[in-house]
């Protein structure tokens, strides 16, 4: 076939699968016939991506973000995967930073560091000061790599090509999912796209109704430096939250850790983003959440968000609730509302997988439970009932897992429903209400005086069109067709019946006084026509099946 017999990368990656174990895909690859595929247990999935080299390892990285297609042993395996890649030379970065730039370097910069603070699969950043003063991260894409990125592109789609041609490639649309992460890797290659979602993440949460936006540190890009393979953005000087010591901080006068008034700022942000925004940062590890020398967090890293429409917001709320509640019936009801496609889907088998499901939660209390876990299985459920919810539900329920991860390691004591509970109130206090509640209240008004006015004109229409027969009704019946037909064939042999009856009278009482050889004839002739439509409706009521 053609993936054996052109570049070698592509008998090199025959050779990787072979040598982790995975036979499967070299006989779909030389068109050998396979038996169904299985996926590779989760260590042997992370090394063949390891093994593939950078561009797989960001494949693996956005497969982590898809709970909804594999399960939770798999998403912790490839969420450790890292971009653990040599940097590129200076000489070599510095030849892409100058052709990026609209000006010279010295003009720009007043100093940069030539080694990387961090190195990257697509891209290496660069500490540096601007001419006019300012720190700034600098980030550089790799030479090349948008090349390399093309061309593996052009495999995945080749190999996704040939799983479609299995029953497993059709049930998990396989060409539709590689499309997905292809768009995802060609969109990592676009420093513009990161650029944009930082600003438009600054914005949102430059106001909030339920934490100081003071509190909150998004960096500022610089626009008129930055392109498609160059980011330039404003330095932050902090630490990674996990690796801050907390002991010597003091937070309202000591009524509050710091841990537990960091946990409550982070859930109440990112509910922010998740249910009142609809564009969230979708990858909150540790490593993204900075702690910074005046107690401010701030959030790094905005290349990968997620989004929402107001209907998911809505449905996610109320599932939120569902869950807090243990109902059964209203979790599968809102999985289906939820659902993109579903094959055959009976409902009471979903609904039982719902109850096994939350029966394990019924001794618990709400301080015990870990809503990620349970978001997971819900995801789980959805994939063992053939239901194909939207791909940004694999990023809200990661993005909920690392937010909860990072908060039960700040605080162990944490109690989900403590801190959702407000924002949950709120949220749907505000989904009736609106953000304006005396707003919402006057245009309710409104629509009821605009309809007491209309009322009585159109109760006058009605009963104007009824009392002068131009009233009609346009009713759709279902099966009236067939009764139509059913009544129609039993009309006319009805009448066939009653004309039969009636040629034999006439013919008997034509007989019984015949005095002419005519007369004779002609009784004869009635007979014989009576005889024959009789004989016709006879065989007609037999072909039928229908004797009663």
């Known amino acids: 076939m053609f993936l054996t017999q052109t570049v070698p990368r592509q008998r090199e990656i025959i050779e990787i699968l072979l040598r982790n174990g995975w036979d499967y895909m070299r006989r779909l690859l030389t068109g050998g016939k396979t038996d169904e595929p299985q996926l590779p247990t989760p260590a042997v999935l992370k090394n063949i991506l390891v093994d593939l080299g950078p561009v797989y390892i960001k494949l693996g990285q956005l497969l982590s973000t898809r709970p909804d297609l594999l399960n939770a042993d798999y998403i912790e395996e490839l969420s450790t995967l890292q971009d653990e890649v040599p940097p590129v030379p200076w000489s070599d970065i510095e030849i892409v930073i100058r052709q990026q730039l609209q000006t010279t370097l010295s003009e720009t910069f007043s100093s940069i560091t030539p080694e990387p603070i961090a190195a990257g699969s697509i891209a290496q950043i660069h500490r540096a000061t601007l001419i006019e003063g300012g720190e700034v991260a600098v980030k550089i894409q790799r030479p090349g790599i948008d090349i390399t990125v093309a061309k593996d592109i052009a495999l995945i789609q080749g190999i996704a090509d040939l799983v479609a041609r299995t029953e497993f490639g059709q049930n998990y649309e396989i060409k539709s999912i590689a499309e997905e992460f292809c768009q995802a890797l060609e969109a990592e290659l676009d420093f513009t796209r990161e650029a944009s979602f930082t600003d438009q993440l600054r914005r949102n949460l430059s106001h909030s109704y339920w934490f100081d936006p003071q509190q909150i540190v998004v960096a500022e890009i610089y626009w008129n430096f930055s392109s498609p393979k160059l980011l330039v953005m404003e330095w932050i000087d902090g630490t990674p939250i996990l690796s801050t010591n907390f002991d010597n901080i003091n937070i309202e006068g000591d009524k509050i850790t710091p841990q537990k008034a960091i946990t409550t700022l982070l859930f109440r942000t990112f509910f922010q983003q998740i249910y009142v925004d609809g564009f969230f940062h979708a990858d909150p590890h540790p490593g993204n959440l900075f702690y910074l020398p005046d107690g401010r967090i701030a959030l790094l890293d905005c290349g990968m968000v997620g989004r929402l429409d107001p209907r998911t917001q809505q449905i996610l709320t109320e599932m939120l609730l569902a869950i807090v509640d243990l109902d059964v019936q209203r979790c599968a009801q809102l999985t289906l509302q939820l659902a993109t496609s579903t094959q055959t889907v009976v409902l009471s088998s979903l609904e039982n997988d719902y109850d096994r499901m939350l029966r394990k939660y019924y001794n618990l209390s709400l301080a015990q439970m870990n809503f990620s876990q349970v978001i997971y299985e819900i995801l789980q459920i959805a994939r063992n009932n053939k239901i194909r919810l939207p791909s940004n539900m694999g990023l809200y329920a990661k993005t909920i897992a690392n937010l909860e991860g990072v908060a039960r390691t700040l605080n162990p004591e944490l109690n989900f429903v403590d801190e959702i ?50 009233f009609k009704w346009n009713l759709s019946i279902r099966g009236l067709d067939s009764l139509r037909r059913t009544m129609d064939d039993a009309a006319n042999r009805l009448s066939f019946s009653i004309l039969v009856g009636s040629l034999i009278m006439g013919a008997a009482i034509i007989s019984s006084r015949a005095q002419t050889a005519q007369l004779l004839l002609v009784s004869n002739i009635l007979f014989a026509a009576a005889s024959l439509l009789g004989l016709w409706l006879i065989i007609s009521i037999l072909r039928s099946g229908r004797l009663n």
């Open 421 to 470: 509970q407000p924002l949950i109130t709120d949220l749907v206090r505000r989904q009736i209400l609106g953000n304006s509640p005396m707003r919402s209240l006057l245009r309710t008004v409104l629509d009821l005086k605009s309809l007491s006015l209309q009322s009585p004109r159109q109760i006058e229409l009605i009963l104007d069109r009824v009392t002068s027969e131009t």
